[in-house]
C-alpha cells in the first residue's frame, strides 16, 4: 500500500484478548500533535488511567513512529515508545533508532498501541496488514542476538525488523530494555519490563508499501539539501570518525567526566573508553546509520585481546562507556565492549546498569556493605570481572543482592538506608545519565523538570555552551543576546529550556534524531516546519510546530500530575545539588537547591504553571486546546 | 565495449537506505524500498551491509531466461534494462539473476532492475558515505563469489549474495588484525 503522510494509522494490539484492531489518526491531529513522541504521548493520556500498575495489564506500551519517518529528510529514522514507566511511576517516553519505525510505516502502520497481557509468552508478526498474535514459548530465556537470529529464519526473511527483550525484560528488571533492529536500545525507564510484563517476547515487522508526501519535488529537494548541510557540519564529521564516545577526551580536560560514581570529574587514562582509541587501535571496524541518516555515529566493533572474551559486535555509546567504565572507575576498552555487549544481550539500559552498580561500589568501599550481604561480590571500583559478573546476576535477579540492584539504586539505597541516598545518583527513580549538571544551569533545570527523571534525552540544552557560531545565534534567537551563551548563568535558562523542549519535541514528533536539530544545528524548527508543510500539502510553520512541541510536554506535565508528580519531585540527585565540583575548571560550582528553586521558578511561570505545585492551569491548558484531553490534571 | 555498472565500495556503506530512497522516489514518485531497484543486505553478525544492484553482467543470464524478450541490452552503456511494455511479471529473470538484483514487487505486474537511471543514477547523489559511484565495470562488485545456487527464493539468495561479500570483508579484517 502507497499512503499519503496524513492521515495516519494506528495499529490496537489487546494481548489479553488475542485482538488486533486498526484506527485511523485525521489530519487535524496531527496538525495539532504533530506524530510520533506526540501523538503517542496523547494516546498514553488518554488509554492508560492514573494510578495503574505499570507491570499490569492496564499499561500500554506504545510505539510511535516518526510523521517523516520513511523519508529521505535526513536521520528521520527514530521512533519513540511510550509507557507508564515501573522505575518511576511516571511518564516514560523512550526514544530508539535503527530501523524498525521505517519498516512499521512501510507495513502501512504509523502507531502501535499495545495492552493487557498474553497468557503464554507470544510475539506480534506485522507484515503489512496482516498481523498475527504467535507463540514464543521456545523464545523465552534468550538472548536478544539468538532470538533475532531465530526470528529470521522462521520468518523467513533477514530482512525482518526486530523489537526483543532479553532475559532482563522477562525478569521484569527495573531497566531493561528492549533492542531494536538488533544495534539499538530503547533502554530507559524499564520499558523492557513493561513489554516483559505483558509475555511479549518480540516485535517483528516488514513492510512492503511506501510513503507519499503531498509535494515530491520541493520535499526531496530540501531534504537533500538539508542532509548535505547537516554532513559539513564539524560535529557531524566528528560523530561518524568517533561515534558519541568522540567526546571523552573533551570532557576529561574540561573537568566533566563523570567518574567513580560522580565523585570526580577527570580520570585518569579515560581516553583507552575513547572513540578515538577505538578507531586508532582497530577496535572500530564499521560504522552503522539509522534509517534515513546522513551521520553514522553507531559502531561496529571487535575485541583485539578477547582478555574478558570475545567481541564482534555493535560498539559502546559514549554513555555506556561512562556509566560501566568510568563511573565504576574502569579505564578498560575490553571491558566497555564486553559491557556493553553483556547490555545488549541481557536486554538492560547500560546508563541505568552502570549506575546501579557505581553506587554499589561507593556503598561497599565506605563499609555500609560487605561481601556477605553482596553474595560473594568485591564490589570495588576498577574491577571489570565484577561488573560484568554484576550484571549477569541481575539479568536473572540472582541472589538477593543482585535481586535488590534490579530494583534500581533508588530502591536499593532505601533497603541500605543509612546515608546511601547521598550518593544514589537518581531522580524521580531513574539513574541520572553521566552529565554533570553542576556547572551547566539549563542542564540542571532541564534535568530537574524532565518527567522521566534526570537525563538529556527529553531535552538538551547544548547550545548554552555556546561552542559554535550556530549554536551561538540559537542562544541570540531565544534571548536576543549571545552573552547568555554561557552555562554559569541562571539568567534567561527557563527560556533557554522551553525552547529546547519545544524543539526536542517537534523533532521527536517528526522522526529526527536529536543531534541534527540541538547538537547540529542544520535541522531547525524553519526546514522542519517547512518539510511538514510539503509533506501534508498544506500552509505549516514554524510557530504551528513549535505550540506542537509545548503541547507534548504540557500532556506529559500532565500525565505526572495525574500519578501524584509535584513541584518537590523536580530535583536532581542529592550528590548534585550538595556537592561541589571537586576539581578542574569548574571547580567549586555547584546547582543546589536555592538555586534551582529560583530557576523552577522561572519556568513555571514561564509555563503558565501554578509556581508551588508545578500543575498547569486551566487557562494555560485552554490555550494550547489541551482542556478536553488534560483538563482533570489542571490546578 | 564493457559495459557501464555501478561501483559498490562495500566497507563505507552504513545502511542509511538513502540509495533506497532515492531509487524509489525517481522511479515511482514514491518513498518504498520494496520498489527500489537497490537493496542494501545488512549482515548483522559481520557488521557488513551490502548493496544488492544489476551490475550488468558480461553475460547476463537473465537476457536469455525471459520468454517475452524483454530484457535488452540497447543502451550506450552497455547497460541492460527490462522493456517493462514486454514484462509478463512472469518472474524467469527473478530466478535466473544470480545475485537476486531482479525483483517483482507485491502488487505490480512487472520485473524491476537498475538502469543507471539512462547514466546519472540518482543513488549516487544521494549516497553520503561514498559507497556508490558510477565509474565502474559491469561483474566488478560481486565478481570473486560462488554464485548462488538456483532456485533459491529471493531474500535467502540477497542473503547468500551479501554473505559472501561480508565474509570476505570478514576475513581481509582478520588478515589485517
Redesign the interface.
Known sequence: MIRPIAPQRILNVDLTRGETWAEVVPQEEIVKHLGGRGIAAKLLYQRVPGGIDPLGPENALIIGTGALTGTNAPSSGRTSMLCKSPATGLYLKVSVGGHLGAELRFAGWDHVVITGRSSEPAYLWIRDDQVEIRPAGPLWGQGTRAVDARLKEELGDRAVQTAIIGPAGENRVLFSAILCSRYNGASRGGIGAVMGSKNLKAIAVRGEGGLRVAQGEPFYRLADHMRHELAKDPGTESLYDWGTAGSIPGLNEMGMLAARNFSQVTLEGAELLSGQHLQEHEYLIGRESCFSCSTACHRFVRSLDHRWGKVLDSGPELETVLALGSECGIVDTESALVANRLCNELGMDTISAGHVISWAMETFERGLIDAVVTDGLELRFGSPQVVHEALERIAYRRGDFANLLAQGTRRAAAAVGQDSHRWAIEAKGLEQSAVDTRMAKAYALAFAVNPRGPDHLMTETFAEFGLSKEAREVIRKITGDEKYADPHLTDKRAEIVRWHEDVYGASEALGFCVFTSTAAFAVNPENMAQLMSYALGTPFDEEQLMLGGRRMVTVERCFNVREGARRTDDRLPWRMMNERVPAGPNQGMITDQPMLDGLLDQYYGMHGWDSATAIPRAETLESLGLLELCGDAAA | MEPASLTLEF?RC?????CE??C??YK????????SRIKV??V??????VPIVCVNCREAPCIPSCPSEAIVRDGPLGTVRIVAELCSACGECVEACPYGAVHI??GREVALMCDLCGGQPACVP?C??GALSCAGQADAAYAPLELAPGGL?L??KR?QVAGAVAARLGEA?EV??
Not at chain 2, 44 to 49: H, P
Open positions: 566497507a552504513t545502511a542509511c537506505m538513502a530512497l532515492a524509489s522516489f515511482e514518485g514514491f518513498f518504498a524500498p520494496a520498489f543486505v545488512q548483522y553478525e559481520l557488521g557488513v551491509n514487487p507485491a544521494a553520503l558515505y527464493d531474500p535467502e542473503w579484517r589485517e588484525a
